[in-house]
């Protein structure tokens, strides 16, 4: 059965830095994109940032600059590097990987991990 766990998430002053981690395990199949989504309370889940097994990125405007997504692909983990966290970033992080399946893909994803940044 695959699983992703999140973990790194915490309370962090304005200004300060946060390093996210996932890891999928329990699968044979080949991960294609992992990435982290986020969701604040009152507002839909969001992507913050995505990485493809090749490396490719794709960051969400707000955290350009900013935030760093990266990957191991032997150990089928990612990570994300956040600073400069403001306090707009406070919301449930989630870590998403999709995996290859016959000719498509199937997402999992992990339970989140609340990321709190206080002014």
């Known amino acids: 059965q695959v699983q992703v766990v999140e973990s790194g998430g915490g309370l962090v002053q304005a200004g300060g830095s946060l390093r996210l981690s996932c890891e999928a395990s329990g699968s044979s199949s080949s991960i294609n994109a992992m990435g982290w989504y986020r969701q604040a309370p009152g507002k839909q889940r969001e992507l913050v940032a995505a990485?493809?097994?090749?490396?490719?990125?794709n960051y969400a405007d707000f955290v350009k600059g900013r935030f760093t997504i990266s990957r191991d692909n032997a150990r089928n983990t990612v990570n994300l590097q956040m600073n400069g966290l403001q306090p707009g970033d406070t919301a449930v992080y989630y870590c998403?990987?999709?995996?290859?399946w016959g000719l498509g893909q199937i997402e999992y994803w992990g339970k989140g991990t609340l990321v709190t940044v206080s002014s």
């Open positions: 998403r990987a999709d995996l290859f």
């Open positions: 990485i493809t097994s090749a490396g490719s990125t």
